[in-house]
T-cell receptor
């Protein structure tokens, strides 16, 4: 079945460092891909998405490119801030018949130190 | 603010009890989803409703049930609660049954003691 694999955390970086969080997927068909973020004590927020191969999603300085050839959707940011500390979830859409859901990876915790 | 409203935000209850979690989707969204987030299982899809009809079922226990009402709000009923049911329960919504973007509420924290 469809699945998402994320790099294990925690990822600890200093402020202004470059961030990469790896995400690979297994899917039949052509899913949409998403990154969601969960700040401490809060719910899930959509960070960015891409709906087809080679699309680049971007938001708040974060970017991810839908790579069909490598089945990847790695999250990157050029310069992280302390306020980016959160758990990041990669997800893909699973569309079957008349149903739809998101399948999530296990999440990667990011800790940014001043 | 995603526009998805969940109540209660926090709930503590005893084993064997029953609770109901409530969700109001974003205005105009017809599809509602329930997810469970626990430390050992991660984010697990429970169930999807679209305009009052069940459309997909995931890893939802028989002790759990859900429904979506004509006004599109949804309730998740958890009964015969066990310690392992302690988790954060998310409701989410999207415009259509295959809505590309799903918006999540802030979740209901359930602690079973």
């Amino acid at each position: 079945g469809n699945s998402v694999t994320q790099m294990e955390g925690p990822v600890t970086l200093s402020e202004e460092a470059f961030l990469t969080i790896n995400c690979t997927y297994t899917a039949t068909g052509y899913p949409s891909l998403f990154w969601y973020v969960q700040y401490p004590g809060e719910g899930l927020q959509l960070l960015l998405k891409a709906t087809k191969a080679d699309d680049k999603g971007s938001n708040k300085g974060f970017e991810a490119t839908y790579r069909k050839e490598t089945t990847s959707f790695h999250l990157e940011k050029g310069s992280v801030q302390v306020s980016d500390s959160a758990v990041y979830f990669c997800a893909l859409s699973d569309r079957r018949d008349s149903s739809y859901k998101l399948i999530f990876g296990s999440g990667t915790r990011l800790l940014v130190r001043p | 603010d995603s526009g998805v409203t969940q109540t209660p935000k926090h709930l503590i209850t005893a084993t064997g009890q029953r609770v109901t979690l409530r969700c109001s989707p974003r205005s105009g969204d017809l599809s509602v989803y329930w997810y469970q987030q626990s430390l050992d299982q991660g984010l697990q899809f429970l169930i999807q409703y679209y305009n009052g009809e069940e459309r997909a079922k995931g890893n939802i226990l028989e002790r759990f049930s859900a429904q979506q009402f004509p006004d599109l709000h949804s309730e998740l009923n958890l009964s015969s609660l066990e310690l392992g049911d302690s988790a954060l329960y998310f409701c989410a919504s999207s415009v259509t049954v295959s809505g590309n973007t799903i918006y999540f509420g802030e979740g209901s924290w359930l602690t079973v003691v």
